[in-house]
């Protein structure tokens, strides 16, 4: 089973350039695509197309938007590429597989890019990247972004809960919940910043949406992530554009969780990767039929403590990489903490990632009559 789940970004990456050899057996003409980053050239995002020969559908795997979430989106794509690929036809059914849309985050085990940019809060439709947008943000800064060193755990923990308490006492849950995760676009070295402009990875994955709506009739984006949700059941997120009911959703894919991202459900997003595929579609392309998903594996969980644990790690996680720390186990602490977040290492938490994962790749391809049975065409990773 942990043969699933990589060690580093270049194991990642090494399993996925393998597996290029074993698609190419089905799809003759697979092509390997690299964006080496401009500033991290020994780091780069991979893509391969394979295309069929009457191009109906395409299928999208991506992984790593948020880069320290690659691995168990490394494990996922293990997981397609070895049960759900030599299921599904190469005469009318295309796989685009994008590995760590952002390299550099995965390699650093960072959710941002080299820039601290959250890669899902960039993919701004319009290029509006508004600065005035989550001004709560702003009044929580002190909490949110302290401008200071970290001293000892047991200190800044303390100091964490106490500013909770106070600040749900006094702003309520639902303007903390807004503030931490809508993004923001003011303040370059807080937490989801989405940035001031498009960053290299958003635009590498514009080019291929794009291309993939010019080229395919139907499209289905299945993309990585973890670190929210309940702790043992992974959602299926779809953008509020989409306009199935999370209800009819799950009932389609016969998948037990499905959720819209809207306030309602899951939280408000701006940015957001999936929004963005669907705006271009209905301004482009609007004859095209898109599904475009999040797997989100949940590893805290979603009660309240859990969340504000959540939110703990990443104010400290950030707080640590622009001041630093004067003792080396606070900066150890708080690395595992965040690790765990979107990465965790409990055996059960990741036998029912991979079962749930298996559970919703069948789901859906099947509810788009995309898998076949096809007699000993099991296809086995080196
Ligand atoms: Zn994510």
Redesign the pocket.
């Given at each position: 089973m942990d043969d699933h789940f990589p060690e580093s970004y270049e194991d990642s990456r090494t399993r996925f350039l393998r597996s290029l050899s074993l698609i190419r057996q089905r799809w003759h003409s697979t092509q390997l695509e690299t964006h080496p980053l401009k500033d991290f050239p020994d780091l780069s995002i991979d893509w391969l197309w394979a295309h069929p020969r009457r191009r109906e559908n395409l299928v999208i795997v991506s992984t790593a938007?948020?880069g320290i979430?690659g691995f168990v989106g490394s494990a996922m794509m293990k997981v397609f590429i070895e049960e759900f690929v030599p299921r599904l036809n190469p005469e009318n059914t295309g796989l685009l597989l994008l590995h760590a849309m952002n390299p550099w985050g995965m390699k650093h085990h960072r959710?941002v890019n080299e820039h601290n940019v959250d890669l899902?809060r960039n993919f701004v439709f319009d290029g509006d990247f508004d600065p005035a947008i989550n001004p709560e943000f702003l009044r929580l800064k002190d909490f949110l972004n302290p401008q200071r060193g970290l001293e000892s755990f047991g200190l800044e923990n303390l100091r964490f809960w106490g500013n909770v308490v106070k600040h749900i006492f006094i702003s309520g849950i639902p303007t903390l919940t807004t503030a931490t995760l809508l993004g923001q676009h003011h303040t370059p070295n807080g937490f989801y910043h989405g940035g001031t402009d498009y960053e290299e990875n958003t635009r590498v994955a514009m080019i291929l949406y794009r291309r993939a709506l010019e080229e395919y009739p139907t499209i289905v984006q299945m993309d990585m992530?973890?670190?929210?949700g309940p702790r043992y059941q992974m959602s299926v997120i779809v953008p509020p554009l989409d306009p199935s009911s999370s209800d009819e959703l799950s009932k389609r894919f016969n998948y037990p969780l499905v959720q819209k991202i809207n306030v309602e459900e899951f939280y408000a997003i701006s940015g957001d990767m999936g929004e963005y595929f669907y705006r271009l579609r209905n301004a482009h392309f609007p004859d095209k039929r898109l599904f475009a998903c999040?797997f989100?594996f949940g590893t805290f969980g979603d009660s309240l403590p859990a969340r504000i644990r959540s939110l703990r790690a990443m104010v400290l996680e950030n707080q640590l990489h622009w001041h630093g720390a004067t003792d080396s186990r606070t900066a150890e602490k708080i690395h595992c903490e965040f690790k765990e977040l979107?990465f965790p290492t409990e055996t059960k938490w990741r036998e029912k990632a991979l079962a749930d994962g298996r559970q919703a790749f069948q789901g859906i391809l099947d509810s788009y009559g995309l898998l076949y049975d096809y007699p000993n065409d099991q296809i086995q990773q080196p």
């Open positions: 938007e948020h979430e959710k899902n992530h973890t670190g929210y999040g989100e979107y």
